[in-house]
């Protein structure tokens, strides 16, 4: 699995798209590798010799079992195929208001040239009269088992059990035209399937939706009717705009037929600018540039032209369309096209946007504005890349480009934020609809109570009730959420939440959420505290670290207070505490990697900040923080409010901590979870900027002590001055101490003596310098990371990613 793939889904199923840049790099034919990936359940473990396809079904006179040896040496049929999940762009949906449906990307779209064997041949081997096709249908069937979603069916001939099979069904009469070049395939792009995209024999049905085209195929069947599977009809509808989760489950909606989405429908995107991407005006103002992307439709209709706009549709420009594909013998268009158009830069100033649209030969452009539907499935507004006026570092003035969204838990984009709402999306203006209450979870329905206006009311007792990473509700302003189907996208990780289930968290939540995070927080409203019930009793239990036996002074569910014991100035703005815990036999019960949260009110505000200490569960009775005080400069004239107020305390003051939190949890000999999914690295890149430092310490603090620990570790630590670097002196003595398993490297970007630059480096982290301190890419290396979110987002990963590294193998603090 490439490591260049964005994972739109937690552990499991693998859903992944590409990153638009690499689809815009191949263009027209996707490597395999980089192919969109939609998984239901887990992959199965087929074997060429082994698999075989059952040809079946009442309308089928000559029933057979096919081996994969006797369909490869059928007749083949080579064609280039564009393949589009359902849910391509479905996260512009989202933000409009949630869908059932995950984030999907503008890179749902992938093409590869498909070898197989057209099911026209496969069916008449079976007997099939190609005249006596009328009211038939041809049904698929996958192997793999997955979980009912709604029950029996309504189908009484042919009831659901828990477990059901991914299938879906076409007319027989389209299964029989060989215009239409349905094929079984057992190759793509030259080699044989790769295992998530249906190994050893998948269906493709050109011009279809990707839903359709079953993975892992082990049967077909010939049969009187639309096929009555599951998932056939609760999956990949475009239901009306007013319909919500709830109201989909009465009136027959997921079975009405003029709600299925099979045929693709039009659609295009732009892949450059990329998201993010600048210009510098000066440099560029007297040039062109190249805006390009692609487009696509279905029913092997052609596309006719691609045009955008850069003054919000009053002109449109004609593109020039790149035509890789020829048409079928039968003038039927299988694939999509990539455009372009040279820009000139003159013409972006003043511009708010830049927007695409495509037609087809049916004259179908796309339409201006979204329609909002419960899937989030055919999303196909005109796409729009926003434009904004920046400086650059050197003050240089710069064009900045934004697309919508980003795909799955990936940050940015103008839709994101309040402002880039649309004023409707087809069940009214956004401003006095949005938000409504979601699709009810698979929980246990709770007991609750209904008011005159018919807001629920739930008790506390029920509400604490729901704690677990199961089912978790939190309180925020006496109003109840379930937060179940957030965990896996929230992006502090699955412990922030739970250390609030089944509590009043209002106070935590809004010391560290902006106003757009209280807006997503109504997406999971389901009603509110009954404020004459009375909180469920609570029994303190005692908690005893597993490791050395002594008591833990942390707990994740309350805030305790712990006392300042001693402080060291460390340097003009830095400075080391040491808080004593509750006995001098306590240890602090923090696990390596995980951090805890201060809690303070200043000024009349609670402020929440993260931290993670020097110290670890071998020093007894204490813990201990280096803290960098950010002082008021004119960008930030308030400075840090936490690292000011901690700065301020005296010997005795106390501090309110609770934890642990995180997603990062170091093991032992290079083990660790990420959100607990294991993982394993013999060599750990770590890169820190200012006080960052702090968790990559905690780590090689542990993995150093031990002897038998043998994972390796670099380390590149950056800041702004000589200064700056916390806690120097205990690095050095790591890598003179420990030459074979950790080494140090120090760059900084704005202050530095004459000495400096003969053993050290200055400016900001970049390729070469990963290239020459840190481990090479391979999959045994990993890449930790904490600092500032434009040092992460602009320095390293991009460059992690030039050098070879896989995202999936990148961790950010």
Same mark, same amino acid.
């Given at each position: 699995?490439?490591?260049?793939?964005?994972?739109?889904?937690?552990?499991?199923?693998?859903?992944?798209?590409?990153?638009?840049?690499?689809?815009?790099?191949?263009?027209?034919?996707?490597?395999?590798?980089?192919?969109?990936?939609?998984?239901?359940?887990?992959?199965?473990?087929?074997?060429?010799?082994?698999?075989?396809?059952?040809?079946?079904?009442?309308?089928?006179?000559?029933?057979?079992?096919?081996?994969?040896?006797?369909?490869? %040496?059928?007749?083949?049929?080579?064609?280039?195929?564009?393949?589009?999940?359902?849910?391509?762009?479905?996260?512009?949906?989202?933000?409009?208001?949630?869908?059932?449906?995950?984030?999907?990307?503008?890179?749902? @779209?992938?093409?590869?040239?498909?070898?197989?064997?057209?099911?026209?041949?496969?069916?008449?081997?079976?007997?099939?009269?190609?005249?006596?096709?009328?009211?038939?249908? @041809?049904?698929?069937?996958?192997?793999?088992?997955?979980?009912?979603?709604?029950?029996?069916?309504?189908?009484?001939?042919?009831?659901?059990?828990?477990?059901?099979?991914?299938?879906?069904?076409?007319?027989?009469?389209?299964?029989?035209?060989?215009?239409?070049?349905?094929?079984?395939?057992?190759?793509?792009?030259?080699?044989?399937?790769?295992?998530?995209?249906?190994?050893?024999?998948?269906?493709?049905?050109?011009?279809?939706?990707?839903?359709?085209?079953?993975?892992?195929?082990? %049967?077909?069947?010939?049969?009187?009717?639309?096929?009555?599977?599951?998932?056939?009809?609760?999956?990949?509808?475009?239901?009306?705009?007013?319909?919500?989760?709830?109201?989909?489950?009465?009136?027959?909606?997921?079975?009405?037929?003029?709600?299925?989405?099979?045929?693709?429908?039009?659609?295009?995107?732009?892949?450059?600018?990329?998201?993010?991407?600048?210009?510098?005006?000066?440099?560029?103002?007297?040039?062109?540039?190249?805006?390009?992307?692609?487009?696509?439709?279905?029913?092997?209709?052609?596309?006719?032209?691609?045009?955008?706009?850069?003054?919000?549709?009053?002109?449109?420009?004609?593109?020039?369309?790149?035509?890789?594909?020829?048409?079928?013998?039968?003038?039927?268009?299988?694939?999509?096209?990539?455009?372009?158009?040279?820009?000139?830069?003159?013409?972006?100033?003043?511009?708010?946007?830049?927007?695409?649209?495509?037609?087809?030969?049916?004259?179908?452009?796309?339409?201006?504005?979204?329609?909002?539907?419960?899937?989030?499935?055919?999303?196909?507004?005109?796409?729009?890349?926003?434009?904004?006026?920046?400086?650059?570092?050197?003050?240089?003035?710069?064009?900045?480009?934004?697309?919508?969204?980003?795909?799955?838990?990936?940050?940015?984009?103008?839709?994101?934020?309040?402002?880039?709402?649309?004023?409707?999306?087809?069940?009214?203006?956004?401003?006095?609809?949005?938000?409504?209450?979601?699709? %009810?979870?698979?929980?246990?329905?709770?007991?609750?109570?209904?008011?005159?206006?018919?807001?629920?009311?739930?008790?506390?007792?029920?509400? %604490?009730?729901?704690?677990?990473?199961?089912?978790?509700?939190?309180?925020?302003?006496?109003?109840?959420?379930?937060?179940?189907?957030?965990?896996?996208?929230?992006?502090?990780?699955?412990?922030?939440?739970?250390?609030?289930?089944?509590?009043?968290?209002?106070?935590?939540?809004?010391?560290?959420?902006?106003?757009?995070?209280?807006?997503?927080?109504?997406?999971?409203?389901?009603?509110?505290?009954?404020?004459?019930?009375?909180?469920?009793?609570?029994?303190?239990?005692?908690?005893?670290?597993?490791?050395?036996?002594?008591?833990?002074?942390?707990?994740?569910?309350?805030?305790?207070?712990?006392?300042?014991?001693?402080?060291?100035?460390?340097?003009?703005?830095?400075?080391?505490?040491?808080?004593?815990?509750?006995?001098?036999?306590?240890?602090?019960?923090?696990?390596?990697?995980?951090?805890?949260?201060?809690?303070?009110?200043?000024?009349?505000?609670?402020?929440?900040?993260?931290?993670?200490?020097?110290?670890?569960?071998?020093?007894?009775?204490?813990?201990?923080?280096?803290?960098?005080?950010?002082?008021?400069?004119?960008?930030?004239?308030?400075?840090?409010?936490?690292?000011?107020?901690?700065?301020?305390?005296?010997?005795?003051?106390?501090?309110?901590?609770?934890?642990?939190?995180?997603?990062?949890?170091?093991?032992?000999?290079?083990?660790?979870?990420?959100?607990?999914?294991?993982?394993?690295?013999?060599?750990?890149?770590?890169?820190?900027?200012?006080?960052?430092?702090?968790?990559?310490?905690?780590?090689?603090?542990?993995?150093?002590?031990?002897?038998?620990?043998?994972?390796?570790?670099?380390?590149?630590?950056?800041?702004?001055?000589?200064?700056?670097?916390?806690?120097?002196?205990?690095?050095?003595?790591?890598?003179?101490?420990?030459?074979?398993?950790?080494?140090?490297?120090?760059?900084?970007?704005?202050?530095?003596?004459?000495?400096?630059?003969?053993?050290?480096?200055?400016?900001?982290?970049?390729?070469?310098?990963?290239?020459?301190?840190?481990?090479?890419?391979?999959?045994?290396?990993?890449?930790?990371?904490?600092?500032?979110?434009?040092?992460?987002?602009?320095?390293?990963?991009?460059?992690?990613?030039?050098?070879?590294?896989?995202?999936?193998?990148?961790?950010?603090?």
């Amino acid at each position: 699995r490439d490591g260049r793939l964005v994972r739109l889904t937690g552990r499991h199923p693998f859903n992944v798209e590409p990153p638009l840049r690499e689809l815009n790099r191949t263009r027209f034919i996707t490597p395999s590798s980089l192919h969109y990936v939609r998984n239901h359940g887990a992959v199965p473990d087929l074997k060429w010799e082994s698999h075989t396809i059952e040809m079946g079904g009442e309308c089928l006179p000559n029933k057979y079992t096919l081996t994969m040896d006797e369909l490869a %040496a059928m007749p083949p049929r080579v064609l280039p195929v564009t393949l589009v999940c359902a849910g391509n762009r479905r996260k512009e949906q989202n933000m409009i208001r949630q869908t059932i449906g995950f984030n999907w990307g503008p890179s749902g @779209v992938s093409t590869n040239v498909w070898k197989g064997v057209l099911l026209r041949d496969l069916l008449i081997k079976g007997g099939i009269d190609e005249e006596d096709t009328e009211g038939k249908h @041809v049904e698929f069937i996958g192997y793999e088992d997955l979980p009912n979603k709604v029950g029996p069916g309504p189908f009484e001939d042919e009831q659901w059990g828990k477990q059901v099979k991914y299938g879906t069904s076409v007319p027989l009469a389209r299964a029989m035209n060989p215009a239409y070049d349905i094929i079984i395939a057992y190759e793509a792009n030259g080699e044989v399937l790769q295992p998530d995209h249906g190994y050893p024999v998948r269906l493709i049905i050109p011009g279809y939706i990707g839903g359709r085209m079953i993975k892992w195929l082990a %049967a077909i069947n010939v049969i009187p009717y639309e096929t009555k599977n599951h998932y056939h009809y609760h999956d990949n509808r475009i239901l009306p705009p007013h319909i919500t989760a709830e109201e989909s489950l009465s009136g027959n909606w997921w079975y009405k037929p003029e709600y299925i989405f099979n045929e693709l429908n039009i659609n295009s995107a732009i892949s450059q600018p990329d998201h993010n991407e600048t210009i510098v005006l000066k440099k560029m103002i007297q040039s062109t540039y190249e805006v390009a992307g692609y487009a696509y439709t279905g029913g092997g209709r052609k596309i006719t032209r691609v045009e955008i706009s850069v003054n919000e549709g009053v002109n449109w420009l004609l593109c020039d369309i790149e035509r890789n594909e020829k048409p079928t013998k039968y003038g039927m268009y299988w694939c999509w096209i990539w455009w372009k158009f040279n820009l000139p830069v003159a013409d972006l100033i003043g511009a708010k946007k830049i927007m695409c649209r495509a037609w087809d030969e049916s004259n179908m452009p796309q339409p201006m504005n979204p329609t909002w539907n419960l899937m989030g499935m055919g999303n196909n507004q005109c796409f729009d890349v926003r434009i904004h006026v920046d400086r650059d570092v050197k003050g240089d003035a710069i064009l900045r480009f934004e697309h919508p969204t980003q795909p799955g838990q990936e940050t940015g984009g103008w839709m994101t934020t309040l402002s880039g709402k649309p004023h409707s999306a087809g069940f009214g203006p956004l401003l006095t609809l949005h938000d409504e209450t979601p699709a %009810a979870t698979s929980a246990p329905p709770a007991k609750s109570s209904t008011d005159a206006s018919g807001t629920k009311k739930f008790t506390l007792a029920e509400i %604490a009730k729901h704690n677990d990473e199961k089912d978790v509700w939190i309180i925020v302003n006496d109003r109840v959420y379930d937060c179940t189907e957030y965990l896996e996208l929230h992006p502090g990780g699955v412990d922030s939440i739970l250390i609030n289930g089944g509590a009043d968290s209002t106070e935590d939540f809004v010391a560290i959420h902006s106003v757009k995070a209280t807006k997503m927080l109504e997406k999971y409203y389901i009603g509110e505290v009954d404020k004459d019930s009375k909180a469920a009793e609570v029994v303190e239990e005692e908690r005893i670290c597993e490791a050395t036996g002594r008591k833990v002074a942390l707990d994740p569910r309350k805030k305790i207070p712990f006392k300042l014991q001693n402080k060291i100035v460390l340097s003009h703005d830095s400075f080391l505490l040491d808080f004593a815990l509750q006995t001098p036999e306590h240890v602090l019960g923090l696990p390596t990697g995980k951090h805890m949260f201060f809690s303070a009110v200043i000024d009349g505000e609670t402020i929440l900040r993260r931290y993670t200490p020097i110290s670890s569960d071998h020093d007894v009775g204490c813990v201990k923080f280096v803290i960098k005080a950010y002082r008021p400069i004119k960008a930030f004239p308030k400075g840090g409010k936490m690292s000011q107020h901690l700065d301020s305390l005296k010997i005795g003051d106390t501090i309110d901590i609770r934890g642990p939190v995180g997603e990062f949890h170091y093991l032992a000999n290079g083990r660790f979870t990420i959100d607990g999914e294991e993982g394993a690295a013999h060599k750990f890149n770590m890169i820190a900027g200012g006080t960052g430092i702090t968790p990559c310490m905690q780590i090689a603090a542990e993995i150093l002590r031990h002897d038998e620990d043998n994972t390796k570790i670099s380390l590149i630590f950056a800041c702004r001055e000589e200064g700056d670097l916390l806690m120097r002196s205990t690095l050095d003595e790591w890598a003179e101490k420990f030459p074979k398993k950790f080494q140090v490297h120090y760059i900084l970007s704005d202050k530095w003596s004459d000495t400096w630059t003969q053993k050290y480096s200055t400016g900001f982290v970049n390729k070469d310098l990963f290239e020459k301190e840190l481990y090479p890419a391979a999959s045994d290396v990993w890449n930790l990371m904490c600092g500032p979110p434009i040092m992460l987002e602009k320095g390293c990963i991009p460059n992690l990613l030039a050098l070879g590294h896989k995202k999936l193998q990148m961790f950010s603090f």
